[in-house]
Nanobody, 121 residues
Framework: VQLQASGGGLVQAGGSLRLSCAASGRVFSDYVLGWFRQAPGKEREFVAA????????YYRDSVKGRFTISRDNAKNTVYLHMNSLKPEDTAVYYCAATTVISQTPARYSGWGQGTQVTVSS
């Protein structure tokens, strides 16, 4: 499966953005979907993941209560709703797929180009 993220932009601290990730290729519902981010000079880090049919979601501690991951299998799309954004959320955001829930980027595939999110203070 190949994935392409979109929806990034420049937003002030406290603002909101919704990222989308469209998939092509194999059956979308076969995969767990994850969002990751990478800031300049830092390693790529896990942000959130959603199970194959959306029943279970997982978040890194720093985004819990602010970000929501969801998916629409009919549209082959996964979303990341980001509220109360902080300057430390600034990064390139990527989506990827795996078959088993994980927070490890190496267990995911289908990485496409990310989308830049910049939060100004």
């Amino acid at each position: 499966v190949q994935l392409q993220a979109s929806g990034g932009g420049l937003v002030q601290a406290g603002g909101s953005l919704r990222l989308s990730c469209a998939a092509s290729g194999r059956v979308f519902s076969d995969y767990v979907l994850g969002w990751f981010r990478q800031a300049p000079g830092k390693e790529r880090e896990f942000v959130a993941a959603v199970s194959r049919y959306g029943a279970a979601t997982y978040y890194r501690d720093s985004v819990k209560g602010r970000f929501t991951i969801s998916r629409d299998n009919a549209k082959n799309t996964v979303y990341l709703h980001m509220n109360s954004l902080k300057p430390e959320d600034t990064a390139v955001y990527y989506c990827a797929a795996t078959t088993v829930i994980s927070q490890t980027p190496a267990r995911y595939s289908g990485w496409g180009q990310g989308t830049q999110v910049t939060v100004s203070s």
